[in-house]
């Protein structure tokens, strides 16, 4: 299991290249854009929801990874919860293979993985930036695209900040200076949310 630690903003469509040029000033390792593809997963009586847990499968370049994210908090903006993830050899989901820990009450529930079905997808392009601040480490992610359900879909414009390792207030400082650029709001809904 991992944090996940992270700040989310929103981003004015009409600022991505000014704030993509910023960025790039920051210096840090740049990773050019890669597609992510994502199915969201839910029941029809919305227990992961419930349950304050997002299921997803994520495909990136041929490989594939689900993912439980499970309660956690939000102080401030800034996203806390425990995030389990286990790789797979095809995008089908296989429930058995997440730890005990996740359930609430310890075990896979009877009759959840037959009922869990796709909800929504996200289809973007993420952009990443690597950067050391005050000694952490920090993961800067430009997602560009869609979050589709059925026949709706809604644009994802969107930078997240994610700390990889040090202290918080390293993410907060970076983003204080981010907030200096125009077209930035903070933003608190995951894409799971949106969809």
């Not at 929103?10 to 993509?20: F, G, P, W, Y």
């Not at 952490?136 to 560009?144: N, T, Y």
């Not at 879909?153 to 700390?163: D, F, S, T």
Request: with cysteine; glycine share 8%.
């Amino acid at each position: 299991m991992a944090q996940e630690i992270e700040l989310k903003f929103i981003v004015n469509h009409d600022a991505v290249d000014a704030l993509r040029n910023h960025l790039h000033t920051l210096g840090g390792e740049h990773h050019a854009p890669s597609q992510l593809l994502n199915i969201y997963f839910e029941t029809p009586d919305n227990w992961l929801r419930r349950h304050d847990m997002g299921l997803r499968i994520r495909g990136e370049n041929g490989r594939y990874e689900m993912t439980m994210k499970i309660a956690g908090r939000v102080t401030g903006g800034l996203h806390q919860r425990p995030e389990y993830n286990v790789a797979l050899s095809e995008p089908v989901l296989d429930l058995t293979q997440l730890p005990a820990e996740v359930w609430p009450d310890g075990n896979l529930p009877a009759g959840l993985a037959s009922s869990v079905q796709p909800l929504f997808s996200t289809d973007f392009y993420r952009e990443k930036w690597c950067l050391d601040v005050d000694g952490s480490r920090i993961e800067i992610a430009l997602d560009l695209g869609d979050v589709k359900a059925g026949e709706f879909a809604e644009p994802i414009c969107e930078l997240e900040l994610e700390l990889l390792r040090g202290d918080t207030r390293a993410v907060l400082k970076l983003a204080k200076q981010l907030l200096s650029q125009t077209g930035l709001r903070q933003g608190s809904l995951s894409k799971a949310a949106r969809g």
